[in-house]
């Protein structure tokens, strides 16, 4: 008699999106290795299927990213360009994502700095017949929100709404960005395709922390 299934069962890899964990989960029973997966002729006729659309899918996508972006969407992080959340959630508008069974939690702990805390998100992100889940957390020890003038802000001086929706906002961004494969894509690559598909690089900033207002990030044009 075979052992019942678990949930477990279902995760057939894990990606990691800035730090973020992301299980990617099999939406039905089929075959669980590579030699029984390149025996199969569905699974084959849809590998050749999807190999002769990668240019016509990648340059669908640029074409779309130099359409809809806007300056400060994408910034460099050391050579590897990130998409924003506000340039991640522009694609809502152009792709059928659902995003659902929400949670959330928020943690304290106490540092050399004083009382932190942080909120998590969590959901199911799907697109067409894919599904991931996705995850974003924000805490009052980010830059971005978290300091002001180089020193860390006071609890009483952060908008206690602003830290779950800044973590709400990076679990749409990580969910959106897996799924369409902008991850990781190098600076220098990401300005060759969007000059290739009539954009403009200067879309992608640089950014730096200099808490002259409130924290807020300052972003200057790459080189």
């Known amino acids: 008699m075979s052992e019942p299934k678990k949930p477990q069962d279902d995760i057939i890899d894990v990606a990691t999106v800035e ?22 002729d569905h699974f ?19 074409k779309l990213l130099v359409g809809i972006s806007q300056p400060g969407d994408w910034v460099d992080h050391g050579g590897t360009a990130g998409l924003s959340a506000a340039g991640a959630e522009r694609y809502l508008l152009h792709f059928p994502f659902v995003f659902s069974n929400w949670s959330c939690t928020r943690n304290e702990w106490t540092d050399n700095y004083g009382p932190a805390y942080r909120w998590t998100y969590m959901a199911e992100a799907m ?31 952060i908008s206690e709404g602003d830290i779950p929706a800044a973590a709400r906002h990076n679990a749409l961004k990580n969910g959106i960005t897996a799924l369409l494969g902008l991850r990781g894509i190098r600076t220098e690559e990401l300005k060759k395709l969007i000059l290739a598909h009539g954009g403009n690089p200067d879309i ?12 807020m990030k300052k972003a200057t044009p790459t080189a």
Do not use: C, H
């Open 44 to 62: 084959v006729q849809q590998l050749e299927k999807a190999a002769n659309n990668v240019t016509k899918v990648r340059n669908a996508i640029m």
């Open 127 to 157: 697109l067409y017949d894919r599904i991931i889940q996705t995850q974003g957390i924000y805490s009052t020890r980010d830059e971005f929100l978290g300091k002001k003038e180089g020193q860390w802000r006071d609890l009483a001086d």
């Open 204 to 215: 992608i900033k640089s950014v730096k922390y200099d808490g002259s207002m409130g924290g």
């Open 19 to 40: 730090k973020q964990w992301q299980a990617l989960v099999r939406r039905d029973s089929g075959p669980s290795n590579t030699m029984e997966l390149l025996a199969n």
